[in-house]
């Protein structure tokens, strides 16, 4: 019965250990072509874009590197928010003194509709302390931490990742590359697309989120940093759904009313019609990102000369 007892103290101290640890110093576990540490171990930038998986999709990081002399690196999550990426922000001029040229931010439409929730465990893996608390309590006021939610938040999210860290990192290492997909990602084809459903019809905008994007703004200019909104094409059948449309035009005039610069997908000379360019709906295929990035480039290049 000793032994038990002895056991059960052991088990819930290493635990209890494993868990502290996590929330503690998971930020400054390296992590290999993805996250906040990374990009911050990359140096000074000329290119910094933090968003979803939007732009994790459909962005190259090859053509960046070779346009910007690898000085790039894509900060993207599954399902990122706004009101995360100006938590991201924070941890990046908190935890590095290097210069980020340009920082572009996802300017997706439906993002401002979005509710305050945990989308990815990697947002939480690649915050600090102070971070971790400051989403959930943002989380909080949006009145989604209830305790199976403050479970999966300090517990559970990203234990399989700290216990098998040293098999799994090398496979995630070579799945991106300074945070964009390596994968040649092919499209489904136009039968498929064209016939998908999607239904975005309940979509409201959400406080928290616009008052997000502005503070962004405000932290940007306060800093001196300079930054743009970019918004990246997707499938001609999402782009001119009327809700689509509304929450674009919403978006649009937000920024307006802050002075902030952005780039609408209309932008680049890009098909968002040619089914070979997209994986779904918002992420495009290989043929589509290396199109588009192309495109990026010149329109980037363009404004800062």
């Known amino acids: 019965m000793k032994r038990i007892i002895i056991t059960i103290l052991i088990s819930i ?20 072509n993805r996250g ?72 997706g439409p439906l993002m401002i509709t979005e509710d305050v929730k945990l989308s990815d465990s990697r947002v939480i893996w690649d915050l600090s302390l102070k971070g971790k608390l400051d989403l959930y309590n943002e989380m909080r006021k949006a009145g989604n931490t209830d305790a199976s939610v403050a479970y999966e938040y300090f517990i559970t999210s990203g234990m399989d990742d700290l216990i098998t860290y040293p098999v799994t990192e090398r496979i995630y290492a070579t799945r991106y590359y300074k945070g964009s997909k390596t994968d040649a990602t092919q499209s489904p084809g136009a039968e498929v697309l064209d016939s998908e459903e999607f239904d ?32 990246s094409p997707v499938y001609y059948r999402l782009g001119e759904d009327p809700v689509y449309k509304k929450y674009e035009e919403r978006f649009i005039r937000l920024l ?35 199109a588009y990035t192309r495109e990026l480039i010149r329109i980037l290049k363009d404004r800062q000369n």
């Open 13 to 32: 101290f290493i635990i209890t250990g494993a868990v502290a640890s996590k929330n503690l110093y998971s930020c400054r576990i390296p992590i290999k």
């Open 256 to 290: 307006k009313e802050e002075d902030a610069p952005y780039i609408l997908a209309s932008e680049a000379d890009f098909d968002d019609h040619l089914a070979e360019y997209f994986e779904d709906m918002n992420h495009m295929s290989d043929a589509g990102r290396k």
């Open 200 to 231: 975005i019809s309940d979509a409201m905008p959400n406080e928290a989120q616009e008052r997000a994007v502005r503070d962004i703004i405000e932290k940007c200019k306060r800093d001196g940093q300079a930054f743009v909104f970019l918004e």
């Open 36 to 107: 906040i540490s990374d990009a911050i171990a990359s140096g000074d930038l000329d290119l910094l874009f933090i968003g979803s998986s939007t732009f994790r999709s459909n962005v190259d990081m090859h053509l960046l590197d070779d346009a910007y002399e690898g000085r790039v690196y894509d900060i993207s999550y599954g399902g990122n928010q706004c009101v995360a990426t100006s938590i991201q922000y924070d941890e990046i001029k908190s935890r590095s003194d290097h210069d980020y040229g340009l920082m572009v931010f996802e300017m």
